[in-house]
């Protein structure tokens, strides 16, 4: 069982910037694929980005490539998102999700993951 707590979220300007963080219980954190997906209002929750156990593959939605980095600090057990360039359609609930069957190929798919966090709301101004 695996516990996950997103913090980070707020209110930011177009262009501005903001670090997610996710923390998540347990000892077995490094054996997780992490991922983030996000959910705004009426649509449904679609893939951000998500890193391998080892930290060295990453995915990406197209949506975000070139302007979102995700980390993972096994040692804090815990996983980051770094947005920069942000734009009003990034506007959406975040959510940290683990997964442990999760192939590669699946790394965009929801319902490939395990736990979930609760959410946390990025919104974006003009």
């Known amino acids: 069982q695996v516990q996950l707590v997103e913090s980070g979220g707020g209110l930011v300007q177009a262009g501005g910037s903001l670090r997610l963080s996710c923390a998540a219980s347990?000892?077995?954190?490094?054996?997780?694929?992490m991922g983030w997906f996000r959910q705004a209002p009426g649509k449904e929750r679609e893939f951000v980005a998500a890193?391998?156990?080892?930290?060295?593959?990453?995915s990406y939605a197209d949506s975000v490539k070139g302007r979102v980095t995700i980390s993972r600090d096994d040692a804090k057990n815990t996983v980051y998102l770094q947005m920069n360039s942000l734009k009003r359609e990034d506007t959406a609930v975040y959510y940290c999700?683990?997964?442990?069957?999760?192939?590669?190929?699946?790394?965009?798919?929801?319902?490939?993951?395990?736990?979930w966090g609760q959410g946390t709301q990025v919104t974006v101004s003009s």
């Open positions: 999700a683990a997964g442990v069957f999760v192939w590669y190929s699946d790394y965009r798919a929801p319902q490939k993951y395990d736990y």
């Open positions: 347990g000892r077995t954190f490094s054996s997780y694929i």
């Open positions: 890193i391998s156990r080892s930290g060295r593959s990453t």
